[in-house]
């Protein structure tokens, strides 16, 4: 799971995995950062517009010619210079990617590994 620990959607995802007991590993951005490869990889899958995060306070404060204009390579930038820019949480169950949460779609995505 890639995020910020101190994100309330980031607490309910992990909370979800630890009732469950799925075993999986954390990646804090404001610790480690952020991969472009990896920025790249889930940019090609799902879009940028999934994966930049436009509603949070951190995006809404660029001015406007940063907000102007973005493809994904823009994007991309944004969010390895601004972490807090990405959706959160990304959790990657060695399948597929899962941007954002939602119990029901954990659920599925983690049929076989939850008791």
């Known amino acids: 799971?890639?995020?910020?620990?101190?994100?309330d959607?980031?607490?309910k995802a992990r909370n979800f995995l630890d009732n469950e007991r799925v075993s999986y590993s954390?990646?804090?951005?404001?610790?480690?950062g952020v991969d472009k490869?990896?920025?790249?990889?889930?940019?090609?899958?799902?879009g940028w517009e999934t994966i930049l995060n436009r509603?949070?306070?951190?995006?809404?404060?660029?001015?406007?010619?940063?907000?102007?204009h973005i493809d994904a390579d823009k994007a991309i930038l944004l969010m390895m210079t601004n972490p807090s820019m990405i959706k959160r949480p990304?959790?990657?169950?060695?399948?597929?990617?899962?941007?954002?949460?939602?119990?029901?779609?954990?659920?599925?995505?983690?049929a076989g590994?939850?008791?």
Request: net charge neutral; hydrophobic share 40%; with cysteine.
């Open 37 to 46: 490869a990896k920025l790249e990889e889930w940019v090609m899958e799902h």
């Open 26 to 32: 954390f990646h804090d951005y404001k610790v480690s």
């Open 90 to 110: 990304i959790l990657d169950t060695g399948k597929q990617t899962i941007i954002g949460f939602k119990a029901t779609t954990y659920e599925n995505a983690l």
């Open 113 to 115: 590994a939850i008791a």
């Open 55 to 68: 509603s949070g306070t951190t995006f809404k404060a660029l001015d406007a010619g940063d907000k102007a």
């Open 9 to 11: 959607t980031i607490k």
């Open 1 to 7: 799971m890639y995020g910020i620990k101190n994100c």
